[in-house]
């Protein structure tokens, strides 16, 4: 599933590259955080590790690497395609799942903080949950098989 969803030539530039690791503010900020051990693990195919891993959840999907990158390629696409397959495997830290689930369920990822209250600020805006909602059920009817298609 890796081969279909990352370029492997660019990723071979990227693990013997590492100049992001100077913006990346999870590669500077948390400890183990090292997207190029992960990279060097898909190209070894030895990556399946890192699918119970929590690093693979602390890249911020900020873009800084893809922005100075000379390739645009690199940490984050890594990172989000083995996110991605965790997922597709059932690997889902609790929190990431409640986020989701919240969010199919009410078209928002939390409740506004009691702290707005307390600071007199005003209300925010609505969160247009029923067009949400509306518009994931015809998401998730068009994948419904139809009827005489196989
Ligand atoms: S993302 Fe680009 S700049 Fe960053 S380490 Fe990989 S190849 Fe180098
Ligand atoms: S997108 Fe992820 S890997 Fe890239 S700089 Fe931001 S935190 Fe680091």
């Excluded at 400890?31 to 929590?54: F, M």
Aim: aromatic share 8%; hydrophobic share 35%; with cysteine.
């Amino acid at each position: 599933m890796l081969e279909t969803r990352l370029n492997f030539k660019l990723l071979e530039m990227c693990a013997d590259c590492g100049a992001c690791y100077n913006v990346c503010p999870s590669c500077l900020h948390i400890e183990g955080y090292d997207p190029r051990a992960v990279i060097r693990d898909i190209l070894a195919g030895t990556h399946e590790r890192w699918l119970t891993s929590k690093h693979i959840w602390q890249c911020l999907e900020c873009h800084h690497c893809l922005e100075i990158c000379f390739q645009h390629y690199g940490f984050e696409n890594a990172m989000t395609a083995l996110r991605t397959l965790a997922i597709k495997k059932g690997i889902t830290p609790t929190q990431v799942k409640k986020g989701w689930d919240m969010f199919a369920k009410s078209g928002r990822l939390g409740e506004p903080s009691p702290m707005r209250k307390r600071l007199g600020l005003p209300e925010p805006p609505g969160s247009a949950k029923e067009e949400f909602l509306k518009l994931h059920s015809l998401y998730r009817e068009s994948r419904l098989p139809r009827k005489g298609k196989v």
